[in-house]
Nanobody
Framework: QVQLVESGGGLVQAGGSLRLSCAASGRTLSRSVMGWFRQAPGKERAFVVAIRWYDGSTHYTDSVKGRFTISRDNAKNIVYLQMNNTKPEDTAVYYC??????????????????WGQGTQVTVSS
């Protein structure tokens, strides 16, 4: 089992920056994929970005390319989401997710086995 705990959410003005963190515990992440999803009010939970732990390969959804950056700290088992040039449409609850196999970097919610509790991000215009 893997436990995921997000932090770093909050209120930011449009154009500002925010960094989310996801601390993982319970098992090694060396062969895992870790990702971020988000769920806006009244909408489905949607893929944002994911990273393959062992080689750092990433996959971003188009709407955040060039603005968001995912990274990991191998020693601390933490994955980060740096959010720059934020927009009101980025407002959502952001969830950290993980899966224990890494031959692909999936974008579907059902492909991930572990989830954090979510952290609210609100971008004001």
């Amino acid at each position: 089992q893997v436990q995921l705990v997000e932090s770093g959410g909050g209120l930011v003005q449009a154009g500002g920056s925010l960094r989310l963190s996801c601390a993982a515990s319970g098992r090694t992440l060396s062969r895992s994929v870790m990702g971020w999803f988000r769920q806006a009010p009244g909408k489905e939970r949607a893929f944002v970005v994911a990273i393959r732990w062992y080689d750092g390969s990433t996959h971003y959804t188009d709407s955040v390319k060039g603005r968001f950056t995912i990274s990991r700290d191998n020693a601390k088992n933490i994955v980060y989401l740096q959010m720059n040039n934020t927009k009101p449409e980025d407002t959502a609850v952001y969830y950290c997710a993980g899966r224990g196999v890494d031959w692909t970097i999936p974008t579907s919610r059902g492909a991930y086995d572990y989830w954090g509790q979510g952290t609210q991000v609100t971008v004001s215009s």
